[in-house]
């Protein structure tokens, strides 16, 4: 089955101008070619679409139906050459866990405000690239370096090290904690997109490692005080919960704030996200 654009055109130009011949006006076409060009989607689809009489045209049961798909792939091919051709409507960034922590709000008013031509859309896809390779967004901010080299990154920014504590964990009431603090705890991290692993920790204090797909279910996990985490600090200003507290790892070193893209598909709006990133976490220091 090959239904083409040019068919579904139209349809819609017979059903809007009410006639052939004013169908044709409206396309540019002989009324022939109009007559040809509806036949051929009929016979693709094997139905018939239009009811016509001496008097007027009208849509059949079925034919109502493929109007409204034909409505809307023709609107969605308009998106389409609309993006391509103008540098794009929109920009997706994509994020695991955590967006921009406490930066997120600034960077979607001041984003508003300096790009209106561009909409900024922040799209949480919990993966690897955060959803960069499953094409879910056209760049994406993660915090690990992508050993892909379909991808390219630029760090906008440091975090500190937080450890995520039950409320009423013997560590909650410092002010800060060492890595050395946890050794013997069971530490819950999520090896697909957190940055936490043992090697951070001293070779004779290494905590017990739990696995975890999700934030909700990590935050969950903590506040019974039968685990730890440790995250970005982003994630404190992203997800603050009653019952966890964090609480800064004073030796650990700060985590790398990255945006990545495709290599060979930068989206034409990356560079002015990396720049006013660069300046928000600049700002803040």
Do not use: K
Not at 9 to 35: N, W
Not at 271 to 282: D, G, K, Q
Request: charged residues 25%; glycine residues 6%; positive net charge.
């Amino acid at each position: 089955m090959n239904v083409e654009l040019r068919q579904l055109r139209c349809l819609v130009a017979i059903v809007d101008e009410g006639t052939f011949t004013d169908a044709a006006i409206a396309l540019g076409v002989s009324q022939a070619a109009v007559s040809r060009t509806l036949a051929s989607l009929e016979c693709v689809l094997g139905v018939r679409l239009l009811r016509r009489t001496s008097r007027e045209v009208a849509p059949t049961a079925t034919g109502l139906r493929v109007l409204a798909h034909a409505r809307r792939v023709l609107g969605e091919v308009a998106d389409l050459v609309q993006e391509a051709t103008s540098g794009r409507a929109s920009l997706r960034i994509g994020y695991a866990w955590s967006a921009l922590g406490r930066h997120t709000l600034a960077f979607q008013r001041d984003w508003a405000r300096a790009h209106p031509e561009t909409e900024l859309r922040l799209v949480r896809v919990n993966s690897t690239t955060a959803g960069l390779a499953e094409g879910a967004c056209d760049a994406a901010v993660v915090r690990r370096p992508l050993d892909d080299r379909r991808f390219d990154s630029a760090i906008v920014g440091l975090e500190r090290r937080l450890c995520a504590l039950a409320a009423d964990d013997p560590l909650a009431g410092r002010r800060s904690v060492r890595l050395a603090d946890l050794g013997g705890r069971v530490l819950l991290i999520d090896r697909r997109t957190g940055t936490t692993t043992t090697e951070l920790f001293p070779p004779d204090s290494r905590p017990v490692t739990r696995e975890t797909h999700d934030v909700d279910e990590w935050l969950t996990e903590i506040s019974t005080g039968r685990c730890v985490g440790m995250t970005a600090e982003s994630t404190a200003h992203q997800y603050p919960r009653p019952g966890v507290v964090y609480r800064p790892v004073r030796d650990a070193e700060p985590i790398a704030v990255r945006l990545a893209w495709w290599r060979d598909a930068p989206h034409p709006a990356a560079p002015a996200a990396i720049e006013l990133l660069t300046e928000l976490y600049r700002r803040a220091t």
